[in-house]
């Protein structure tokens, strides 16, 4: 019988996580880093993230470019997720426009928001 791989994603701030469970139609883990993440933090997260797959949806600002930046360093094989520059915030993008991205990643999402 073939694992399934657990999936998880990668959000700075907790009203990003709240965005994303009210559009997600599946069980995923998400992890907030909360705007930064220090180095011990980071190595920590990469031993817990070692045998997963990981989605990295962080805001289009100087704080998110920063963290994904460490995370395409530190865990190259993370998926890069991007919401549109013109909302700036994962939590201030429309639902539609989160899930369609969620989507594009092959994520389950809430059919209401397509």
Excluded: W
Aim: aromatic fraction near 6%.
């Amino acid at each position: 019988m073939e694992r399934e791989i657990e999936r998880v994603i990668i959000v700075e701030g907790k009203s990003d996580k709240k965005k994303l469970e009210s559009v997600l139609n599946e069980e995923i883990e998400i992890i907030c880093t909360n705007g930064t993440i220090s180095t011990s933090r980071l190595d920590e997260l990469i031993e817990e993230l070692f045998d997963k797959e990981v989605y990295i949806l962080v805001d289009a600002d100087d704080s998110g470019e920063k963290i994904r930046r460490q995370f395409l360093r530190e865990l190259p094989e993370a998926i890069h997720l991007y919401i549109d520059k013109t909302y700036r915030e994962v939590a201030a993008a429309p639902e539609q426009h989160v899930a369609t991205v969620l989507l594009s990643a092959n994520l389950d999402v809430h059919a209401n928001f397509l």
